[in-house]
Structures are given as C-alpha cells and as structure tokens.
C-alpha cells in the first residue's frame, strides 16, 4: 500500500463528496449506480477537437468556460433532486486532495481503517463526468475545529476497482490542478521579484 501511495502525485482538492458505507461485501461487485452525465462525453470530443484542431488557445479557454458554465447549471438542478441521492449516499464529506489511486476527505461522519467506502462525486475536468467510485479507508484520525465545533474526521482511501475510463479521468485532473499550482506558484514568485 505504500508503495502504491507514493507512486501517484496527490493534488489539492477542493471537491464537494458523498458516500456510502457498504455493510455487505457481497454487494461490493454490484453494477455502479445510474451515472449522471451532464455534458455528453461525444458532444464535448466533437466540439473540443474542432476548437483544438483550429489552434487557437483563446478559443479553448472559452470553450472550457462555456462547459463549465453548462457543467454547474446541470449540477445546480442535480443538487435540487438531491433527496434522491441522499438515500443512495447519505454522508457528505469535503475533499481534500487527490491522486489517481486515491484522495483524502474530511467529513463529520467518522469510517474505520479497513472500511469500503462508495463516493459519488464531480471533477472539474473536461468532459464533466459523475464520478462513483469505490474505496477502502487506509487511515482515519480526528480532528477539531478551533471555535469548538464538534470534531471532525480525516480520512484517506484507496480507490478499489477502478475502470480504465475512470482512471483516465482523475489522471488528466491531477495534471491539470498540477499546472495550475504551478502557474501560481511562478506568478507569486514573479510578483515578489517585482517587489
């Protein structure tokens, strides 16, 4: 597992989750749930290659920020048919950074080493995709808040079971957050050189 672990760049997240505890590790090979797919994946390769194809990188940026744009309107209406999905995934959890093998989330629902896990979430990365994935939890240690708040729980899991498109996904959104970090980072060192 460790090993494993540090193979992957873990990236800062900032991801609203839900999850599920699964009791029964029987049901642990079950079908994945409905997939809610915003943007469809073909529509998205269509547009994308032809504004690729054409070179222009102003173009892209607003072809991505349109998405985006119809990506949080389809995740606006999802979240009001929400007590729907709270029976399929009752927990909420924050995320807090992730790597293609697995992430770290803080929820006020506490999950035990060892523990299968099944998360539902969305990653900003072209094409918007509803992720469901399944995990085990590697480390769980509590937390608190300054203001004292009830305590909250820090978790780490391993994804289990991945399917390659899955995979193909959280890589492309690692490296992305990975470039971003970086551009920021250069822009505040070269802010600083200017001072």
């Not at 102003?58 to 119809?70: A, H, Q, S, T, V």
């Not at 995979?167 to 690692?174: G, K, M, P, S």
Request: glycine residues 2%.
């Amino acid at each position: 597992m460790t090993e494993e672990r540090r193979q992957y760049v873990r990236v800062s997240a900032d991801c609203m989750i839900t999850f599920r505890k699964i009791v029964d590790l029987e049901h642990n090979n079950e079908p994945s749930r409905e997939r809610f797919d915003p943007i469809s994946a073909t529509e998205v390769s269509d547009i994308a290659s032809k504004v690729h194809a054409a070179g222009d990188q102003r173009d892209e940026m607003i072809l991505e920020l349109l998405l985006w744009i119809d990506w949080k309107v389809n995740y606006l209406i999802k979240n009001l048919l929400k007590d729907k999905d709270a029976l399929t995934f009752p927990h909420e959890a924050d995320m807090v950074d992730l790597s293609a093998a697995g992430m770290k989330f803080s929820s006020n629902e506490q999950a035990a080493v060892g523990q299968h896990l099944e998360f539902r979430f969305f990653l900003p990365v072209l094409p918007f995709n509803e992720m469901i994935l399944k995990g085990i939890v590697s480390r769980s240690r509590q937390k608190t808040y300054k203001d004292h708040l009830p305590p909250y729980f820090e978790m780490s899991v391993e994804f289990k079971d991945l399917k390659p498109s899955d995979q193909e996904i959280l890589f492309r959104y690692v490296v992305k957050r990975e470039r971003q970090i970086l551009q920021a980072q250069r822009e505040k060192e070269e802010e600083n050189t200017v001072l």
